[in-house]
């Protein structure tokens, strides 16, 4: 995994500044569970290539189009490529919440 987690909350904090809701990072401290203001980030390959994705902090859907619209996004020195805007899918018993999935570059 990248080791420069500012690339990922600088992009936290650009989808949030746009209202796009991303699933947090959570803290469980003397029997308290909280949300930290930093992204759950993800890890997944995508057509060999090491890449990363933030789900919906529910099981909604994203906007496709204005996910889309911001990209690609340049933070440092490096250049955030969007690989999907998945929807939530459901399987059985199990539901998967929709993702934005991106790779570094």
């Known amino acids: 995994m ?15 500044s746009n209202s796009i809701d991303i699933e947090r990072e959570t803290n469980y ?3 308290v569970w909280s949300l930290l203001n930093s992204p759950d ?5 995508y057509n060999g290539v090491e890449g990363f994705y933030f789900n ?13 619209a911001l990209f ?8 955030i490529e969007l690989i999907e805007v998945s929807d939530s899918e459901v399987d059985d018993d199990r539901i ?3 993702s934005i999935s991106f790779i570094i570059k």
Do not use: A, H
Not at 4 to 13: A, R, T, V, W
Not at 41 to 45: A, D, E, K, L
């Open 2 to 16: 990248i080791e420069n987690k500012e690339i990922f909350q600088e992009l936290f904090n650009v989808l949030e």
């Open 96 to 98: 998967w919440k929709s």
């Open 72 to 79: 690609p996004i340049q933070i440092q020195d490096k250049t």
């Open 41 to 45: 980030v993800r890890s997944g390959r």
């Open 29 to 31: 401290e003397n029997g």
């Open 56 to 68: 919906k902090s529910d099981y909604g859907f994203f906007d496709q189009e204005q996910v889309k």
